[in-house]
Each structure stands twice: as structure tokens, then as C-alpha cells.
């Protein structure tokens, strides 16, 4: 399998979705990476602090629902994302969904 073909499919969906749902929150400060490596760093809305509270309830919701999703950055605010390169289409659909929904539902 050709693994940085799979790595760059990743990212082409991760990306526009998680951008997508930063034009929506305004608690997602910021989205980056590339290929299947990507961080959305959560902040408190309207600013640039960090928010660490809501990256762990993020995290947390997310883990209920099954999706792991590790917490890193100097103050815990960042959401680090690195799904298996071999992760079908579908799989990452229905993470980024609960992704999607434990964001939104900080509001």
C-alpha cells in the first residue's frame, strides 16, 4: 500500500472538515498539519488564551464516543491528531464526526 498517497488522502479530507468547523466555533483557534498529522489548537472565544478546560472536555467527549484524541502543546490546549494510515474512509468519517460534535457542543 502506498502509505504517503494514504497520508496526504487523510489530510485532504481532515483539513477542509476541521477548517470547516473552525469557521463555525470560534473556541478552534487554530487548525494545522500535513498529510494524516494535524492539531486544532481550542482557545477561549473571540481571543487567542489558550483553554486547556475545553481541549480536556473535547478529549474526554471524544473518548466516550470512542475516538481517542491525545491533548499536547505547552498548555494542553491542543487537540493532536494521527489516524492509522490504513484507517478506511468511512472510520475517519465517523471520527471526525464526533470530533465535530464534541467541539460544537462547547458552545
Known amino acids: 500500500k502506498d502509505l ?5 488522502r487523510i489530510g485532504a479530507t481532515m483539513l477542509p472538515r ?5 469557521d463555525r ?3 478552534v483557534g ?3 498539519g500535513r498529510g494524516a498529522m494535524i492539531a486544532v489548537e481550542l482557545v477561549q472565544p ?3 488564551t489558550p483553554d486547556p478546560a475545553a481541549t ?3 478529549a474526554a467527549a471524544c473518548h466516550r464516543a470512542g475516538v481517542v484524541v491525545l491533548t499536547c502543546g505547552t498548555y494542553g490546549n491542543v487537540l493532536r491528531f494521527l489516524p492509522p494510515l490504513v ?3 468511512h472510520l475517519l468519517d465517523e471520527g471526525l464526526r464526533v470530533v465535530e460534535q ?3 457542543a462547547l458552545e
Open 4 to 8: 504517503c498517497s494514504a497520508a496526504r
Open 25 to 27: 466555533c470560534p473556541a
Open 18 to 22: 476541521l477548517r470547516a468547523l473552525q
Open 102 to 104: 464534541a467541539v460544537a
Open 46 to 48: 473571540g481571543t487567542t
Open 30 to 32: 487554530d487548525v494545522r
Open 56 to 58: 480536556a472536555a473535547v
Open 87 to 89: 484507517i478506511p474512509d
